[in-house]
């Protein structure tokens, strides 16, 4: 799991993150063009899951500047990206600091965000399942060809 050093806060790391670019940007679009700004990884070559998973979360008053005056929660979406391995990362140095690959409840534990943390903990389920949903629809294919 990568997580990396923000460099406005030294010692609060995360996963990437990020926000649309415009209220009608697709969602998974959003996802790839935050893994490619943030660390440089080519989505095209790597697999993107939505975990059709969002939650609704306070924005820490620190970041709050960012967003319309008044607007105090925020909506996360999660996704993934699945990597064959520990892939170069080349970081945005005004965004991060440093990164790392560790093993996902180390990078749960590392994340200053508690919904961050949530999601990766949850990495392995989310996985699992969809994995087996992977298998029962190639399986459906075969029997079908």
């Not at 935050?34 to 609704?56: A, C, F, K, P, S």
């Not at 093993?103 to 996985?127: H, K, T, V, W």
Request: charge should be negative; aromatic fraction near 8%; proline fraction near 6%.
């Amino acid at each position: 799991m990568l997580v990396m050093e923000r460099a406005d806060h030294p010692g609060f790391w995360q996963s990437v993150t990020g926000s649309c670019d415009a209220l009608d940007e697709p969602l998974a679009e959003t996802a790839r063009r935050e893994v490619q700004e943030e660390t440089g990884i080519d989505t095209g070559r790597h697999h993107l899951i939505d975990w059709g998973h969002q939650i609704e979360y306070e924005i820490y008053p620190r970041w709050r500047h960012r967003y319309a005056p008044g607007v105090t929660r925020n909506t996360e979406h999660w996704f993934g990206l699945l990597v064959s391995g520990k892939v170069p990362v080349r970081l945005s140095p005004r965004e991060h600091l440093q990164a790392e690959w560790l093993p996902y409840e180390d990078a749960a534990a590392r994340c200053f965000s508690r919904s961050n943390g949530e999601a990766i903990l949850q990495l392995p389920e989310r996985l699992a399942a969809y994995t087996a949903h992977q298998a029962q629809q190639a399986a459906t294919a075969k029997d079908q060809a």
